[in-house]
């Protein structure tokens, strides 16, 4: 029987990047993170109209760009061209929403860990396990551990990837 190795988390771990400093849930707020030290950032992912995970917290796209609607609603190319930094700068930016394999391959690049909480996807919490799934099962360069407050999203991601290191919040 082959032991699951065992995941120290940190005290502290990055919510959505560091939100207070840059944009949240985009590439320039997780490398701000490690720049300061962190070594594990949280981030919320969900996926859009084409099944793409990408990074947002919310269920629509009103708060965090300069859209408007339910991200499941929208291609990622076309989520790809909000402007996703303005909400934090108050000016126009060129922070855009990452798609998680982008963000995956941009962790392992930095060495940076994370905590990919699932984001209820209104009737589309089994499509969205699955698609973070199919992008994280192979990643063994940095560590994973996945939270939801939704209850299908964690059990399926559980289903799906029993040896994963995840929780209930």
């Known amino acids: 029987m082959t032991q ?3 995941l120290k988390l940190p005290k502290l771990i990055g919510h959505r990047g560091v939100k ?16 300061i030290g962190l070594t594990f950032v ?14 947002l917290h919310d269920d ?7 859209g408007s609607g339910l991200a499941i609603d929208y291609d990622y190319e076309n989520i790809k061209k909000l402007d996703a930094g303005k909400f934090f700068y ?3 930016t060129n922070i855009f929403v990452p798609k998680l394999e982008d963000t995956l391959n941009h962790c392992i690049n930095n060495k940076g860990n994370l905590n990919i909480e699932l984001k209820p996807n209104k009737n ?3 499509e969205n396990a699955l698609k973070i799934y199919e992008l994280t099962k192979h990643i063994h360069q940095i ?3 996945f939270s939801s407050f939704d209850m299908i999203s964690i059990l399926e991601i559980s289903k799906l990837y ?8």
């Open 4 to 6: 699951k190795k065992t």
């Open 20 to 35: 207070d400093l840059c944009p949240e849930n985009t590439l320039e707020s997780i490398d701000r993170a490690f720049e």
């Open 42 to 55: 949280e981030i919320d992912v969900k996926i859009s109209k084409d099944k793409i995970p990408i990074l």
């Open 60 to 66: 629509t796209l009103d708060r965090t760009t300069n």
């Open 90 to 92: 108050k000016k126009n």
């Open 124 to 126: 589309f919490e089994k």
């Open 143 to 145: 560590d994973i551990f």
């Open 162 to 169: 029993p040896q994963s290191f995840r929780s209930f919040l």
